[in-house]
């Protein structure tokens, strides 16, 4: 479907990492495949090159190595690089809004200003395009992390919010855009199967892991001041457990997720600081080796200081107060350089309550549904199911639903969707204000005691994180989903 309208799409740190890697093949995806109305252009801003041909120069060597895996479409690329246009700006020079501003003035329809750039650059930029009379009719779009704590986030907000009203704040958490994610809503509410047994009566724990195999690559510096729990945590992890968890909304409308969402935020059991060891790990990957090769310690990465205390690595029991899962515990977990890149739920059913097919009935690895959100999505339900043969022996078989064999076509990034969302002015998949707020609140106990005492536990890079998180499940009789395997 193509995009409502005409629009502006004004890109902020146009050379940046984030332009180069996602937003402007994700634009170029949506155009190849016919979904951006034929008259809206990419504005792309930045300091560093001089004009449009430096740019698209620019553009070419670092953008096109991002785009599609299937290959360049070199006539959909001409096509799309003609919708570039280029003003190169210092944010510090009020004259150079007054130039973007005529720069922007002939083009029409829906103007969106994208803030690929550092968050302390949301507010002056925000204040600059008010000075010139562009933050009216326009929508802003501010890519995580929105501040490092609740404090600085609410003076990003306030400050944001004095200049745009909250329906033209486009808040990104990419997680929101993934296809699975979307999917676990239509799991969700598009089927009466699931409901009766989402809740604390049939289930028995829920695991959300988001692993990477990458280290901080080059964002050294970015990452130490940062740390897992802010970079994953507060926005991905929190996200997904939200959607999880929230009751069925009235309507899919922006508001109403947006609610149910918020009430689970704001029924996260608060963590007492003096539990904090025992409902959360946190690590720091040391030198090891994944998938033959070896890499280094996290300390000595560029823009790393060498005695950081900052984690790579977070688990945590979370609880929610509420009467559909008061007791459940939810077990999530995030880290890099692991022993394998995986993004999953997982959903432990409780086992029947009498086994009167004998002990095998009551095995693990049964009464489960799997939720891969990457890579190859699915969703599985482990059932148990009788062996072949003589006697009644059980085994664990699954019932198996692959996107890619289902549907045959391709799945669209999440940068696209949300990309495209912004363009149409459809707010669901983007953060509200009130669930930012809700969710820097809850981690906030996490990393005041974090930052003043104690250092994170060391594990080897390639493996699944220090060992204190298996044995925070272990507590709870129950493993993470690859120790049963
Ligand atoms: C980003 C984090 O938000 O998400 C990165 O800042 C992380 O540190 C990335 O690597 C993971 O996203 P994905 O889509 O690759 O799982």
Request: aromatic share 8%; glycine share 6%; proline share 4%.
């Amino acid at each position: 479907m193509q995009t409502d309208s005409s629009f502006t799409f004004v890109l902020f740190g146009g050379t940046g990492d984030l332009s180069m890697r996602k937003i402007l093949p994700a634009l170029y995806e949506a155009h190849r495949a016919g979904m951006l109305a034929a008259s809206g252009k990419i504005v792309a801003v930045a300091r560093h090159e001089e004009d449009r041909a430096s740019y698209l120069q620019w553009v070419n060597e670092h953008v096109k190595a991002h785009v599609a895996k299937s290959g360049v479409d070199e006539n959909a690329w001409a096509s799309f690089v003609d919708r570039i246009e280029y003003v190169k700006l210092d944010l510090g020079r009020a004259e150079d809004f007054v130039k973007l501003r005529d720069a922007l003035q002939d083009h029409s329809g829906t103007r969106v200003f994208y803030l690929a750039t550092g968050p302390s650059l949301f507010v002056p930029i925000c204040h600059a395009l008010a000075s010139v009379g562009l933050n009216e009719n326009a929508r802003i779009v501010l890519e995580k992390p929105l501040g490092y704590d609740l404090r600085s986030s609410n003076a990003i907000n306030d400050a944001v919010g004095e200049i745009f009203s909250e329906e033209q704040i486009y808040r990104i958490d990419h997680y929101l855009g993934k296809e699975p994610v979307q999917n676990l809503l239509a799991l969700r509410f598009g089927n009466a199967l699931f409901e009766p047994l989402w809740r604390r009566e049939w289930v028995e724990s829920i695991q959300i892991t988001i692993a990477e195999e990458l280290g901080v690559e080059a964002r050294g510096d970015f990452y130490d001041n940062t740390g897992a729990l802010r970079d994953m945590v507060q926005n991905h992890l929190l996200q997904l457990l939200s959607i999880v968890a929230m009751e069925p909304p009235h309507s899919m409308d922006s508001d109403s997720v947006r609610d149910e969402k918020l009430r689970v935020l704001r029924a996260l059991k608060p963590i007492d600081p003096r539990d904090i060891s025992k409902v959360a790990v946190r690590g720091q990957y040391h030198a090891g080796v994944i998938r033959g090769t070896s890499v280094p310690a996290y300390a000595t990465e560029p823009g790393v200081k060498p005695d950081s205390t900052t984690e790579t690595f977070v688990a945590l029991k979370v609880e929610i107060e509420n009467w559909r899962w008061a007791g459940v515990p939810f077990f999530l977990r995030t880290g890099k350089r692991l022993a394998d890149r995986v993004a999953e739920i997982v959903v432990n059913f409780r086992a029947v309550p009498h086994s009167a097919l004998g002990a095998s009935a009551l095995r693990a690895g049964a009464n489960r549904l799997v939720i891969r959100l990457q890579p190859n999505e699915t969703i599985r339900l482990y059932c148990l199911a009788k062996k072949p043969g003589e006697g009644m022996n059980l085994s664990s078989v699954h019932l198996d639903l692959a996107f890619d064999q289902f549907f045959k076509e391709g799945q669209m990034e999440a940068y696209q969707r949300l990309l495209l969302d912004v363009i149409n002015g459809r707010l669901a998949l983007f953060v509200r204000r009130d669930e930012q707020e809700a969710a820097w609140k809850w981690v906030e106990p996490i990393l005041n005691e974090w930052a003043a005492s104690g250092k994170p536990k060391p594990y080897a890079a390639g493996t699944w994180g220090p060992a204190a998180a298996s044995a925070m499940l272990a507590q709870h009789g129950t493993c993470w989903l690859e120790e049963e395997n």
